[in-house]
């Protein structure tokens, strides 16, 4: 990005490192010039720390910055074609001649053109140089040219959900805040306003404050939960689109929003008949125009709700509160108290209770450190990810007070110095990336793999080129330590992430030199940018159909490395990719794609392609020309349905991702794509006696597999030549069948069974493909066998030694979870979704256990558990670090034991007429429980109820049943045991009649 001088430097000397080698000397025409420019990028370097921190503010500086990146840039574009010329001409011709510097000396006006364009490269790099001197930059030193390996962390549209994490809630200012305000919006002469049927209330302040925070914990809240039949969350935005708003206030309110179609005046009937009649609260996170209520959502909801329903609208600026006609005086959110936000900053650094004296005697520094952050909990939060990095002294944490980019003038409003301070603290290495994640569609969940895979085509990293995927990871882990980005708590093992607004701002503020990222109201801004040179453009043209943006209108944009499109664009007869020869990464989704097909081997820099979700039928026959291909996702296009032959000639190919395709064979020389680091989606089939397993014999470099249709393998033999326990490096496999169950968890027809031989034959087949010991996530979907592969089952655990999460789903046939499972050392996450028949996990665990009681740990370490539509399972055993654990329509379920480290609890079954004793023999600090009205009922007799001897031991209990129209939290009970509360909305006269009707 344009900041990141060093790092840039760094990838263009990795190239000429990779090229040139000990041949250099022998390039005719250009004898000395590759090892000059060397020299040269190895001489600016001393000073280009300092650069990168002068270009924020001095407008000199960013002209000078410009004019080397542009160089730069250029050089790794001449580097590329010389590269692409040797791998053109083949090792097949001259072994030797595939270096490509050799090649040059084959030929001869090739040398001379490449020689030229580097002999001018070295003279603009001369004239850099010597402008440089007028800057006098301070020598900060070069950062070291190889890879830093970071510390790993296993530890938009901003789009937020009614959801609260309360990991980040600190003081008591913000439950007096929620108290006022739940008053606010259930008091009684609100109701009888007949004047006003739906008032709006406010939340104001400034972006990081934590409004959304204090209107998900409104959101939440019991007494809210109790009052309001339906609630309806929308995160609204700068940019949002009237007709997306009110589907997704449809959505929220359980109506159907796919009749409505895309036409406003359907959408807006459909919303008032989800509708009509409720008491609805209606919360709208981060509006930014106040025509979002009243001019979309007051019109059809204004006379249809039922007196007393309430808008809860969060706000940077008091100008849309008044423009929503907001009761006064708004609420404004208050800046963190010093002692509160000294607590959050120590749950942020704080790693253990040993910690905190040390941590303590710190806080002296802290107070300080936190007055700069002005109380902003944002700011905090990443101040504290910055001191994670730090060692515990006095003299590291001095050093953040003290240093001197906290008096940088001419920030932008609202971008607060400590987002700054925490970026410049990072290294060279990790700058690009945490600018780049700024690019990203905010309204599409793009995953790790995908974010590593445009670095990676970037140049953000590069070096050893073996483990380019495990240097991203380490990368990506390292932006949620510091706080910079955030995990998306609805994936597992932290495959997604979240921005917030304003780290995303100040992101895009940096990298506005040379980086646009547009949304639907910006859309006309392309056309007017004509002499700006741009090298990264994002558009989000979701329902934007009233002013479609046309692909034309992008083509002055000649010198962009990357292009990322999510929403319609209007593609025409004879546009092409060519308008871009440079791009390195190139993102379509949800596109008309087609007409650009043809045009896409023209693209010879390109190494990122996706083109998720398009409609797009083919690939071109040619894509075998696109050497430097390295990353291909096809996710979603349903179309798509044959590979093109020459796929197997991209041997620099490291992603294929072929999910959600049609795609059910692949063409032979597959194997071919030795490169392959990750494979999704890969279909097992037979074409005769030939099977695709086959194919995966010689990649032996996969870090991730993914095979469907392994119901159509006629033989294990086959199982046998995918030699998956040879990949040392896969840790991540994923092995499926067809699912043969309905939503309702019974098999696709109630007539059909599966054969002892179809049984026997997926038995012997998933009993060769046998994963390596360093396999870490294993997922295993509609396997119809009886027993488990004989590797899960085995009373060693050497198969899956290194196992941190086990998924399984859709097992119909399969009675039984193996001992094994509860033995393996590592296990930390375990899920089981639709296993019908499965009675035990862990079921010989009623026998003493051979080990003295100093061998517990080595039962298991599953420390969360996900057990769903199982309905003959019967018991839970010997988990000893499971702390969390979700039985979700288990009803056979009778014994929970050998659970000594579980701290929380979820049980969901609305059929469920008692709790079950199980209960008394566990204690987790905290218990959730969705059930019947009729249990709850009974349970909230309390003391004098059948059920109280089962819970009452436990900490705290929330539990809830489904009221009228849809509502999971109309009735409630909470307990809590010690200081004793116990609170419920219902009434004696219920539970002393049994009667549940409301």
């Not at 490269?121 to 440089?132: C, M, P």
């Not at 990203?440 to 670095?455: A, E, N, Q, R």
């Not at 990222?517 to 558009?539: A, Q």
């Not at 597959?670 to 490169?675: A, D, E, M, R």
Request: charged share 25%; glycine share 6%; net charge negative.
């Amino acid at each position: 990005m344009a900041a990141v001088l060093d790092a840039l430097a760094s990838y263009v000397q990795n190239m000429l490192t990779e090229m040139a080698k000990e041949e250099v000397h022998m390039l005719l025409g250009v004898f000395g010039e590759i090892d000059k420019m060397g020299v040269k990028l190895g001489d600016l370097k001393n000073f280009l720390a300092d650069a990168d921190r002068r270009n924020i503010t001095d407008l000199t500086v960013q002209a000078w910055v410009r004019e080397l990146r542009d160089t730069m840039y250029d050089a790794t574009d001449i580097l590329d074609l010389c590269q692409l010329k040797a791998m053109e001409w083949g090792p097949s011709q001259d072994v030797r001649c595939f270096n490509p510097l050799l090649f040059c000396m084959r030929n001869p006006l090739h040398a001379h053109n490449i020689g030229s364009r580097i002999k001018n490269l070295n003279q603009r790099l001369d004239g850099i140089k010597a402008r440089s001197a007028a800057f006098d930059f301070i020598n900060l030193g070069s950062y070291k040219d190889h890879n830093r390996k970071v510390a790993s962390s296993r530890r938009g549209t901003r789009e937020t959900t009614g959801e609260l994490n309360e990991s980040g809630l600190v003081g008591e200012k913000i439950e007096e805040d929620m108290r006022n305000l739940v008053e606010m919006l259930t008091k009684e002469e609100q109701t009888h306003r007949e004047y006003n049927k739906i008032m709006v209330f406010a939340i104001v302040g400034v972006g990081g404050i934590g409004k959304t925070t204090l209107a998900q914990k409104i959101f939440n809240n019991d007494i809210i939960q109790q009052e309001f039949t339906k609630k309806i969350w929308l995160s609204v935005n700068q940019d949002f689109n009237e007709a997306e708003l009110l589907r997704r206030a449809i959505i929220e309110v359980g109506g159907d929003h796919h009749a409505a179609g895309n036409a406003k005046a359907a959408l807006v009937r459909t919303l008032k008949e989800a509708v009509k009649g409720h008491k609805t609260l209606l919360v709208m996170d981060d509006v930014w125009d106040h025509h979002a209520w009243e001019g979309v959502l007051k019109t059809p909801l204004f006379n249809i709700l039922a007196r007393g329903s309430c808008v809860l609208v969060t706000t940077r600026h008091d100008i849309v509160a008044r423009g929503m006609k907001a009761v006064e005086p708004y609420h404004h959110v208050d800046k963190l108290e010093p002692e509160d936000a000294w607590s959050l900053l120590k749950k942020q650094v704080v790693e253990n209770e040993n910690d905190e004296p040390k941590i303590d005697m710190l806080k002296d520094i802290g107070m300080g450190i936190i007055a700069k952050c002005d109380g902003l909990p944002l700011a905090v939060k990443v101040m504290g990810g910055l001191l994670c990095q730090k060692k515990t002294r006095r003299g590291d944490w001095e050093n953040v007070l003290n240093d001197s980019v906290w008096s940088v003038s001419q920030m932008p409003e609202e971008l607060n110095y400590a987002i700054y301070l925490s970026y410049q603290d990072l290294h060279p290495s990790l700058k690009p990336c945490f600018l780049h994640y700024s690019l990203l569609p905010k309204s599409t969940v793009l995953f790790v793999h995908d974010i590593v895979g445009m670095w990676i085509s970037e140049g953000f990293v590069h070096g050893d080129s073996r483990d380019l995927e495990g240097l991203g990871r380490e990368y990506y882990d390292e932006l949620i330590l510091r706080n910079l980005i955030e995990p998306d708590m609805s994936y597992v093992d932290q495959l997604a992430c979240n921005m917030h607004d304003v780290v995303r701002s100040f992101a895009q503020y940096v990298a506005r030199d040379e980086a646009l990222v547009t949304h639907n109201s910006e859309i006309d801004i392309i056309g007017e940018l004509n002499p700006r040179k741009l090298f990264r453009l994002s558009l989000e043209t979701e329902g934007s159909k009233s002013s479609e943006l046309e692909w034309s209108s992008l083509k002055a944009h000649i010198s962009l490395r990357t292009l990322i499109s999510v929403g319609h664009i209007k593609i025409k007869p004879g546009d092409s990719l060519a308008y871009f020869p440079s791009l390195r990464t190139l993102h379509i989704q949800s596109v008309e794609f087609d007409a650009l097909v043809e045009s896409l081997y023209q693209l010879k820099h390109l190494r990122y392609l996706s083109i998720q979700y398009t409609r797009t039928s083919r690939l071109p026959e040619n894509i075998g020309k696109m050497k430097f291909l390295q990353y291909i996702s096809l996710a979603g296009c349903e179309n798509l349905v044959k590979l093109p032959g020459s796929i197997a000639k991209l041997q620099q190919l490291r992603y294929l991702n072929l999910n959600g395709t049609s795609i059910n064979n692949i063409p032979r020389g597959f194997g071919g794509l030795t490169n392959l680091r990750k494979l999704y989606g890969f279909p097992a089939h037979m074409d005769g006696d030939w099977c695709s397993l086959e194919e995966l014999g010689p990649l032996s470099h996969l870090i991730r597999l993914h095979i469907s249709g392994l119901e159509n393998v006629s033989s294990s033999s086959f199982a046998i030549k995918a030699r998956l326990g040879e990949k040392v490096r896969l840790s991540y496999l994923l092995l499926s069948c067809i699912s043969r169950h309905r939503d309702d968890g019974r098999l696709v027809k109630e007539e059909e069974s599966i054969s002892e031989k179809e049984q026997q034959q997926i038995e012997e087949l998933f009993d060769e493909l046998c994963p390596p010991p360093c396999l870490e996530f294993l997922q295993i979907r509609g396997y119809f066998g009886r027993r488990l592969p004989r590797w899960m089952i085995s009373t060693t655990v050497e198969p899956l030694g290194c196992l941190r999460i086990l998924m399984m789903e859709d097992l119909p046939c399969c009675t039984e979870l193996p001992d094994s499972l509860c033995r393996l050392p590592c296990l930390e996450f375990l899920q089981i979704l639709h296993a019908p028949v499965i009675k035990h996990i862990g079921p010989e665990f009623l026998q003493p256990y051979p080990h003295d009681l100093s061998s517990l740990d080595y039962l298991g370490s599953v420390v969360k558990a996900e057990v769903l539509g199982s309905p003959d399972l019967e018991r839970i055993s010997n988990l000893p670090k499971l702390q969390n654990l979700l039985i979700s329509i288990c009803p056979k379920m009778k014994i929970l034991e050998g659970v000594p480290a579980l701290q929380r609890l979820k049980l969901q079954d609305y059929d469920m007429e008692t709790l079950p004793r199980y209960l008394q023999d566990v204690n987790p600090r905290h218990l959730q429980l969705h059930c019947s009205l009729l249990l709850l009922t009974s349970i909230a007799a309390g003391k004098s109820s059948p059920e109280w001897d089962k819970f009452s031991h436990i900490q705290q209990v929330k539990a809830y049943a489904d009221g009228y129209n849809n509502n999971p939290r109309k009735w409630y009970v909470l307990y809590t045991r010690n200081p004793f509360k116990f609170e419920t909305n219902i009434s004696p006269s219920a539970y002393a009649s049994g009667d549940e009707e409301e």
